[in-house]
């Protein structure tokens, strides 16, 4: 989100998965960090991560506009491997066929309120009747599925594609796919329906609601955004607005790769 503090006088502030899940967990740590620009460099290690991650997704942008990739893996065998075992697995666990259509980095948007919700897909594989969305992820597969499952990027990426095309619910999926040199890439799948959906809805209308009149308040009164309730109990920023006593450097560090791990560049081809 750029320029979010000038965006109550443009028609609509553009709002990614990213900050709906910083909003949903910090209000207070949303405005520190998209409001008034305050966040920090990040380390050396959290910056290499996200140089892979970039060079991995522009590996598959690039396979999937069947552009070469021979010169490239050819002197990397570690990298060529977990490709080779990727693409053998979205070939076996997903609809893909002479009838399929398929973009990467495929972007969509849709209006909402004073919002515009916007997602791009790893990769978006449409058939007669079915649409499944697929997404890279360049670490291990996590342990806690229902974390994944409530995170924003599932539920934005499944209610956008619905709310946009002409699918049932039931008819779309969401697939995230781990690599992790030297581990073989692992999935988990999420189906959709109307009743998650419908629950999603709700989820989002006040969650945009709340952020309306956090904004409005602090354009208009100089009202900082609200802590949660259970601040102390489940947020990774209490400290940084609380404790006299801190790990400041830490807690920066956590803070921006919250905010940014999730949302690596696309590199356009």
Same mark, same amino acid.
């Given at each position: 989100?750029?320029?979010?503090?000038?965006?109550?006088?443009?028609?609509?502030?553009?709002?990614?998965?990213?900050?709906?899940?910083? !909003? @949903?967990?910090?209000?207070?740590?949303?405005?520190? =960090? %998209? *409001?008034?620009?305050?966040? &920090?460099?990040?380390? $050396? +290690?959290?910056?290499?991560?996200?140089?892979?991650?970039?060079?991995?997704?522009?590996?598959?942008?690039?396979?999937?506009?069947?552009?070469?990739?021979?010169?490239?893996?050819?002197?990397?065998?570690?990298?060529?491997?977990?490709?080779?075992?990727?693409?053998?697995?979205?070939?076996?666990?997903?609809?893909?066929?002479?009838?399929?259509?398929?973009?990467?980095?495929?972007?969509?948007?849709?209006?909402?309120?004073?919002?515009?919700?916007?997602?791009?897909?790893?990769?978006?594989?449409?058939?007669?009747?079915?649409?499944?969305?697929?997404?890279?992820?360049?670490?291990?597969?996590?342990?806690?599925?229902?974390? !994944? @499952?409530?995170?924003?990027?599932?539920?934005?990426? =499944? %209610? *956008?594609?619905?709310?946009? &095309?002409?699918?049932? $619910? +039931?008819?779309?999926?969401?697939?995230?796919?781990?690599?992790?040199?030297?581990?073989?890439?692992?999935?988990?799948?999420?189906?959709?329906?109307?009743?998650?959906?419908?629950?999603?809805?709700?989820?989002?209308?006040?969650?945009?609601?709340?952020?309306?009149?956090?904004?409005?308040?602090?354009?208009?009164?100089?009202?900082?955004?609200?802590?949660?309730?259970?601040?102390?109990?489940?947020?990774?920023?209490?400290?940084?607005?609380?404790?006299?006593?801190?790990?400041?450097?830490?807690?920066?560090?956590?803070?921006?790769?919250?905010?940014?791990?999730?949302?690596?560049?696309?590199?356009?081809?």
């Amino acid at each position: 989100m750029n320029d979010i503090d000038n965006s109550h006088n443009q028609s609509l502030i553009r709002l990614s998965q990213a900050q709906l899940n910083l !909003l @949903e967990l910090c209000p207070p740590q949303f405005q520190r =960090l %998209y *409001l008034e620009q305050l966040g &920090s460099p990040v380390s $050396p +290690e959290v910056q290499d991560n996200l140089l892979w991650g970039n060079q991995f997704h522009q590996l598959m942008q690039q396979y999937f506009l069947k552009l070469p990739l021979d010169s490239i893996l050819e002197v990397n065998p570690n990298l060529k491997n977990i490709i080779e075992a990727l693409l053998q697995g979205v070939n076996e666990q997903h609809n893909l066929n002479a009838e399929s259509w398929t973009e990467a980095e495929h972007y969509r948007a849709l209006e909402k309120g004073n919002y515009l919700l916007s997602v791009i897909y790893d990769l978006l594989i449409i058939n007669e009747n079915q649409a499944e969305i697929l997404d890279w992820k360049t670490y291990l597969k996590p342990q806690n599925k229902k974390k !994944l @499952e409530n995170n924003w990027q599932t539920k934005l990426y =499944l %209610y *956008l594609l619905a709310e946009t &095309s002409d699918y049932f $619910p +039931e008819q779309i999926s969401m697939t995230y796919w781990f690599v992790k040199i030297p581990h073989e890439p692992q999935f988990l799948r999420f189906e959709y329906n109307q009743q998650l959906h419908h629950q999603t809805t709700l989820e989002l209308e006040n969650l945009l609601s709340d952020l309306d009149n956090y904004l409005l308040d602090y354009h208009q009164s100089n009202l900082d955004f609200p802590h949660r309730k259970t601040c102390e109990d489940n947020c990774p920023y209490y400290q940084l607005f609380f404790s006299d006593i801190i790990n400041l450097n830490e807690t920066e560090e956590n803070s921006n790769l919250f905010s940014i791990i999730d949302e690596i560049e696309e590199v356009s081809i």
